[in-house]
């Protein structure tokens, strides 16, 4: 077996003086997709901030490409994985001008918006919701536009963090199965869906037991 | 020509024209006469200070006093910043210090050398009269300006984060609160340009036509004076961002904790 592209070794965290888990283990091979589950409340954003390195553990160490994340692999990683927030507030302004904004980062200039309209076909969203702006969307939208613009950096490694709460069923389905039979696509995803939890295709981890 | 003076006595009956609103305060228990009275005496205070330095600083109009004066202005200007946008006075003092005194500094050599082309370009009545009015000036922008940056950092971090989680470099991440920052310190600025002429005669204009000064000329300094407030307030924003970007993220690119005091 090849060496995990990314793994969680004796993770131990505490937030505001509660410890969210001790000694927590796992890893993700390329072209795995993982789903996290558990209650609210039992550290599965803070997963993700681990990795991303907005968080650091309190003991242990997370590997990425067998790297030790710390600052400097912080910033390789913020720019390899393509992340899915939870918290949909993600700017303001004409939704155009958000893609283009994030697109217009240097180390997204490989990327290009040229499967934009794709993708907005993809999410069942019309073409003119780019002239809108974001913050008079309604959840459901501002979550496909997040994913829209997940896509959009064409990164292998996507983080998800309830990326369909807001969705309705059959856009859960379809948005789900993309994710989870692309044989490229590396996934972590927190989810309460249904839909996502398609053993054997994922494999599971269940915080807070 | 100068304009008629104001004797002492003269002086006080205008001060007691604060007996109404004193007398107001009283009958709408405002509990404004306190801070009346602290405020006015302190003004009158720094201001009878302010009459006695400036007399020494235009007797002896030399270009070292005249410089270390300016600097000990612009010192007390960055404290008063940093004291009313709740900065972390460690970490912002020395930045914002530097960007008022590089910009400040900049646009009142610039005007002395280029716009008036004196032959001393520290000469006190310049140097220090019209480069005070444009520290002052700007103060109000600057503490607007810098305080909004890192609030609204602080207050919308999770916008932050996810433009890191893009990709984004911290400059790339803070550009958009730069240039809320940026428009919400220069908008009184541009509003108060866009009036100007109507509403009412700023000071500085009223001040040279009573000293003799024609109204053209008292116009033309007005444009200069607002055209440098503008550019020290961005400028100087621009600065205190670029100085202190370093020092208030750490090496992952957060926010430090310790930004605020």
Same mark, same amino acid.
């Given at each position: 077996?090849? /060496?995990?592209?990314?793994?969680?070794? /004796?993770?131990?965290?505490?937030?505001?003086?509660?410890?969210?888990?001790?000694?927590?283990?796992?890893?993700?091979?390329?072209?795995e997709?993982?789903?996290?589950?558990?209650?609210?409340?039992?550290?599965?954003t803070?997963?993700?901030?681990?990795?991303?390195?907005?968080? #650091?553990?309190?003991k242990?160490?997370?590997?990425? /490409?067998n790297?030790?994340?710390?600052?400097q692999?912080? @910033?390789?990683?913020?720019?390899? #994985?393509?992340?899915?927030?939870? /918290?949909?507030?993600?700017?303001?302004?004409?939704?155009?001008?958000?893609?283009?904004?994030?697109?217009?980062?240097?180390?997204?200039? %490989?990327?290009?918006?040229?499967?934009?309209?794709? @993708?907005?076909?993809?999410? %069942?969203?019309?073409?003119?919701?780019?002239?809108?702006?974001f913050?008079?969307?309604?959840?459901?939208?501002?979550?496909?536009?997040?994913?829209?613009?997940?896509?959009?950096?064409?990164?292998?490694?996507?983080?998800?963090? %309830?990326?369909?709460?807001?969705?309705?069923?059959?856009?859960?389905?379809?948005?789900?199965?993309?994710?989870?039979?692309?044989?490229?696509?590396?996934?972590?995803?927190?989810?309460?869906?249904t839909q996502w939890?398609?053993?054997?295709?994922?494999?599971?981890?269940?915080?807070?037991? | 020509?100068? +304009?008629q003076?104001?004797?002492?006595?003269?002086?006080?009956?205008?001060?007691?024209?604060?007996? =109404?609103?004193?007398?107001?305060?009283?009958?709408?228990?405002?509990?404004?006469? !306190?801070?009346?009275? $602290?405020?006015?005496?302190?003004?009158?205070?720094?201001? =009878?200070?302010?009459?006695?330095?400036?007399?020494?600083? &235009?007797?002896?109009?030399?270009?070292?006093?005249?410089?270390?004066?300016?600097?000990?202005?612009?010192?007390?200007?960055?404290?008063?910043?940093?004291?009313?946008s709740d900065?972390?006075?460690?970490?912002?003092?020395?930045?914002i210090?530097?960007?008022?005194?590089?910009?400040?500094?900049?646009?009142?050599?610039?005007?002395?050398?280029?716009?008036?082309?004196?032959?001393?370009? &520290?000469?006190?009545k310049y140097?220090?009269?019209?480069g005070?009015?444009?520290?002052?000036?700007?103060?109000?922008?600057?503490?607007?300006?810098?305080?909004?940056?890192?609030?609204?950092?602080?207050?919308?971090?999770?916008?932050?984060?996810?433009?890191?989680?893009?990709?984004? $470099?911290?400059?790339?991440?803070?550009?958009?609160?730069?240039?809320?920052?940026?428009?919400?310190?220069? !908008? +009184?600025?541009?509003?108060?340009?866009?009036?100007?002429?109507?509403? &009412?005669? +700023?000071?500085?204009?009223?001040?040279?036509i009573?000293?003799?000064?024609?109204?053209?000329?008292?116009?033309?300094?007005?444009?200069?004076?607002?055209?440098?407030?503008?550019?020290?307030?961005?400028?100087?924003?621009?600065?205190?961002?670029?100085?202190?970007? !370093?020092?208030?993220f750490?090496?992952?690119?957060?926010?430090? !904790?310790?930004?605020?005091?």
């Amino acid at each position: 077996m090849k /060496n995990p592209l990314i793994q969680y070794k /004796n993770i131990t965290l505490a937030y505001e003086g509660r410890t969210l888990y001790s000694d927590l283990n796992f890893s993700v091979q390329q072209g795995e997709k993982l789903l996290v589950s558990g209650k609210s409340g039992t550290g599965k954003t803070s997963l993700i901030k681990l990795l991303l390195g907005f968080m #650091t553990p309190d003991k242990g160490s997370i590997l990425f /490409n067998n790297k030790k994340v710390v600052d400097q692999v912080a @910033w390789i990683i913020r720019q390899q #994985t393509a992340y899915v927030t939870q /918290n949909l507030d993600i700017g303001g302004g004409r939704v155009a001008s958000i893609i283009q904004d994030i697109l217009s980062f240097k180390s997204n200039s %490989e990327t290009g918006e040229v499967e934009k309209f794709k @993708w907005l076909d993809f999410l %069942e969203l019309k073409k003119e919701i780019l002239e809108n702006r974001f913050e008079d969307l309604s959840g459901g939208e501002k979550q496909r536009v997040v994913i829209l613009i997940a896509l959009l950096l064409s990164r292998n490694i996507f983080l998800l963090d %309830e990326p369909t709460a807001y969705l309705d069923k059959g856009l859960k389905q379809k948005v789900a199965d993309y994710f989870l039979h692309h044989p490229k696509l590396t996934v972590i995803v927190i989810s309460h869906d249904t839909q996502w939890h398609h053993l054997p295709v994922v494999k599971t981890i269940t915080l807070g037991d | 020509m100068g +304009p008629q003076d104001i004797s002492i006595s003269s002086l006080i009956f205008c001060i007691l024209l604060l007996m =109404i609103p004193v007398g107001l305060s009283l009958i709408f228990r405002l509990n404004l006469i !306190k801070s009346l009275l $602290t405020s006015a005496g302190r003004m009158i205070v720094q201001l =009878i200070l302010m009459g006695v330095y400036l007399t020494y600083l &235009f007797k002896w109009d030399n270009w070292m006093i005249n410089i270390t004066w300016f600097l000990v202005m612009i010192c007390v200007a960055t404290f008063s910043v940093v004291k009313h946008s709740d900065l972390n006075r460690h970490l912002f003092i020395w930045p914002i210090f530097a960007s008022f005194a590089l910009s400040v500094i900049t646009a009142i050599l610039y005007f002395n050398y280029v716009v008036l082309r004196l032959d001393e370009l &520290f000469e006190a009545k310049y140097f220090i009269v019209i480069g005070g009015m444009m520290l002052g000036n700007s103060m109000r922008g600057n503490i607007i300006g810098i305080s909004v940056l890192y609030k609204d950092l602080k207050r919308n971090e999770e916008r932050y984060l996810y433009r890191l989680a893009a990709g984004a $470099t911290i400059y790339e991440a803070v550009l958009p609160y730069l240039r809320n920052s940026l428009m919400t310190a220069l !908008k +009184p600025s541009l509003a108060s340009m866009a009036t100007m002429g109507i509403v &009412f005669i +700023p000071g500085m204009m009223t001040g040279q036509i009573l000293g003799g000064s024609s109204p053209l000329t008292a116009i033309k300094y007005q444009i200069v004076i607002m055209v440098n407030i503008f550019v020290i307030v961005s400028a100087t924003i621009t600065l205190t961002f670029l100085f202190t970007l !370093k020092r208030s993220f750490d090496s992952y690119g957060l926010l430090k !904790k310790n930004i605020f005091s």
